[in-house]
């Protein structure tokens, strides 16, 4: 196990509402569609990215609209880490638990 700290991002002051969205897993394809066409900075962008599911494809294209948000300013990466603790219990190849403790 090993433990470190990180530090985090939040949404800008004037970005939360944009931002934020519904759990990925409650919202039904067409409403996914619906949020994205009347709010492109929703992070359904980013864990309901475009494309098929089940291709490497969406992947890239979430980390892509990830770093897209980001660079706009509407994430700002915290200064301190004192708060924050992750604890990262390493599983087989590149697959992780994250535990986030604030």
Known sequence: MR??????LRPAETAVEKVSSPPYDVVAES???EILKNNPLSML???RAE???Y???VYVRAV???????AAGHL???????DN???TLAGAGANEIVVVIV
Not at 3 to 8: E, N, T, V, Y
Not at 76 to 82: D, G, K, L, V
């Open 3 to 8: 433990i470190r700290a990180f530090q985090g």
């Open 31 to 33: 409403e996914v569609r």
């Open 45 to 47: 962008r980013v864990v």
């Open 51 to 53: 494309g098929d599911p």
């Open 55 to 57: 291709s490497d494809q």
């Open 64 to 70: 892509e609209n990830f770093a897209h948000i980001q």
């Open 76 to 82: 700002i990466r915290e200064n301190a880490t004192a």
């Open 85 to 87: 603790t992750v604890a």
